[in-house]
């Protein structure tokens, strides 16, 4: 949350230092030149209250951004691989439109080129993140694609793909999708250490922050999957059905082999991750033809993760079936095991993979589907277990996928969500924190205060230095319960619910403001994340949550946070750069201009109170903090 004042981005507040100044609500486009008028007003007070200084320092970055954009002229990442394919007869499918299949073995290979140029030697695919494909590709069309290393690891990376079409006769594009894929660096008699990632553009800077929270959601992302799917509630309707209408799920199975050939691998033997993929897509659009007798469109292809490689003279089965059928979509599981003889028994379980399907009309309207019959036993667990991934591909797409001004204030907590908001948590703040237009707007006793404009928000950032260990800092102001020993606009703060180790529910009382006489309350997520690597910060992000527990009451007035949080740097021996940042809204924009243009020192006053909570507190670590 913020701070209530201090720390939270209120959805409504007053300040009681600018009574009559009270901010009404405002559509998008009020609020865009709310703004706008905002920032005038608050740089022109700025020009009055702190004169000789802020003219020295607003020349001096100016000066240094004129320098830092001469040097980037003609700037391009190291890493970066560009691959543009006319797309002819032999790539597209029946309905004269790019194969997926084709599309993925040319990400897979642009991808892989990008991570061998920055490890300097052989990469193998690990995974593929999901992937919503926004428009087809006819034939005819030329497809661009652009990769780039995002971030390296100990042997790991994380490659950036982002494809687009063009029509070369009207010159019309289209951005096509975009994916996140994984690779890991190989070589035959030494240990691979990659060098790291040096971002440069602010876009580099916030894909290089946020990939280090994608790497965590990789990592417990099947272990995610069975606790939804043995805690979450599937609702079905089988019984009620028409069974005129549907279709058995056996009529719809597929099964097919290939022989991994020498044009399927690289230089050392392994099969191409893409060409693997594109055999899957194969084996699934066929599955699906079956179900819904026309040719189906994939939409979108949820995690693929390799369990282990192939090599030239495997024979790969792949396994394919329509696992249910919903209105206007269907999921098909697909499944490839390897064996090297056809005497063998046992086979490698090399990949698995679920992938969306629609049949589109003559005016790419998404048509109706039959229904499908399940049979008994694994039929209905899989039935079963492909509703309940669409729950949680719904979640996964509004809360991660979308942008952060379409994702609104309060979000919903359930147990099939709770990784993917704790995700968008976290990665709000980091792309907040990535951001490098901040404006130093005052700086008094060594508490320095930076602002930031956009179109729909202003935020701002408050630093000083501490001499406390930052894991220390990091542990103190974890533990929300403690902030009303610093802050005085804390009542009282409950802990509702103890998620993991890194993420708790908060429900905050904070004192009444203004003429209002109904205090306000909030119901917060923390999360909190240690740092990566070296040179990363300790992070604790803030934002508003909806609980079925808490609803609102007449008794309070309920606030609510977009973003905001603490970012802990180590500056040397014991000593720590804390960083607070919020992302405010419309009803928080008088107090943050207020104390921005030097006419309120709240901001100030409570960054002091926190500094001394972190000095009086830095040897007393108490239990409770050392095992959130």
């Known amino acids: 949350m913020g701070v209530i004042k201090f720390g939270c981005g209120w959805k409504q507040s007053d300040s009681p230092l600018l009574e009559s100044a ?61 691959m543009s394919q006319l797309v002819l007869p032999c790539h597209t499918n029946q309905r004269g439109q790019l194969s997926i299949g084709q599309l993925l073995k040319w990400i897979d290979t642009t991808a892989c080129l990008s991570a061998e140029r920055h490890a300097g030697c052989l990469c193998v695919t690990a995974s593929m993140d999901d992937i919503y494909f926004e428009h087809t ?12 290393v995002n971030r390296a690891f100990n042997s790991s990376m994380e490659v950036g793909i982002q494809v687009s079409s063009e029509d070369l006769c009207s010159e019309k594009r289209w951005n096509v999708c975009k994916a996140l894929a994984t690779f890991v660096a190989h070589r035959e008699l030494s240990k691979v250490k990659l060098k790291q990632i040096t971002p440069r553009t602010e876009e580099e800077k916030t894909e290089h922050s946020v990939a280090a929270e994608r790497r965590r959601m990789r990592l417990v992302y099947t272990d995610t999957i069975k606790d939804l799917l043995a805690n979450y509630v599937i609702q079905d309707d089988l019984e009620s ?33 893409g060409q693997i993929m594109a055999w899957m897509e194969n084996v699934a659009t066929i599955a699906a033809s079956r179900l819904c007798r026309a040719h189906p469109t994939l939409k979108a292809i949820e995690m693929f993760h390799f369990r282990g ?7 790969l089965v ?22 090297r003889q056809e005497a063998e028994t046992h086979r490698r379980h090399i990949n698995s993979a679920f992938m969306t399907f629609v049949v589109l ?21 899989r039935y079963r277990e492909a509703s309940a991934r669409r729950k ?5 797409k509004y809360i991660v996928s979308c942008k952060q001004t379409e994702v609104p204030l309060s979000v919903p907590w359930d147990p099939s969500n709770q990784v993917y908001l704790s995700y968008n948590n976290v990665s709000s703040l980091k792309m907040l924190v990535a951001k490098d237009n901040w404006v130093l707007s005052s700086e008094l006793n060594q508490v320095l205060l930076y602002t930031l404009e956009d179109d729909k928000y202003l935020s701002f950032h408050m630093e000083m230095l501490v001499h406390v260990d930052a894991a220390h800092a990091f542990l103190l102001l974890s533990d929300l319960r403690r902030r009303p020993e610093w802050d005085k606009h804390y009542q009282s703060v409950e802990l509702v619910h103890q998620v993991d180790e890194d993420d708790a529910i908060y429900y905050v009382i904070s004192s009444a403001l203004g003429n209002d006489p109904k205090p306000q309350d909030f119901v917060i997520l923390a999360s909190r994340r240690k740092p990566c690597d070296n040179g990363d910060p300790y992070v604790i992000a803030l934002r508003s949550v909806t609980l079925p527990t808490h609803p609102e009451t007449p008794k309070y007035r309920r606030g609510e946070t977009l973003c905001s949080g603490f970012c802990f740097w180590r500056e040397g021996d014991q000593m720590t750069k804390v960083s607070y940042y919020n992302q405010a809204t419309s009803g928080f924009l008088t107090y943050v201009t207020t104390n921005v243009a030097g006419l309120s020192s709240e901001f100030y006053n409570t960054f002091k109170a926190c500094e001394k909570f972190l000095l009086d507190n830095r040897n007393d670590l108490a239990p409770s903090l050392q095992s959130l």
Not at 327 to 335: F, L
């Open 137 to 148: 590709i006819s034939i005819g069309q030329v497809v661009n694609i652009k990769a780039k």
């Open 241 to 273: 059905r028409d069974c005129s209408y549907m279709v058995p799920a056996e009529k719809t199975r597929v099964e097919s082999v290939e022989l991994v050939l020498p044009p399927h691998a690289n230089h050392q033997g392994n099969t191409f991750g």
């Open 309 to 315: 490689p192939s090599q030239v003279g495997d024979r």
């Open 22 to 82: 009270a901010v009404p609500a405002t559509s998008e486009r009020g609020s865009a030149t709310m703004i706008q008028n905002v920032g005038n007003h608050l740089r022109k007070g700025l020009a009055s209250v702190f004169p000789s200084r802020q003219s020295r320092k607003s020349a001096s970055r100016t000066d240094f951004k004129d320098r830092a954009m001469a040097n980037d002229e003609g700037y391009r990442n190291p890493t970066e691989v560009q």
């Open 318 to 339: 792949l396994k394919a079936i329509v696992n249910n059928a919903f209105k206007h979509s269907m999921e098909v599981g697909v499944c490839v095991e390897a064996y």
């Open 361 to 381: 009309d003559a005016d790419d309207q998404p048509q109706r589907l039959p229904w499908i019959r399940p049979q008994p036993g694994d039929g209905e667990r």
């Open 392 to 396: 949680i591909r719904l979640d996964r």
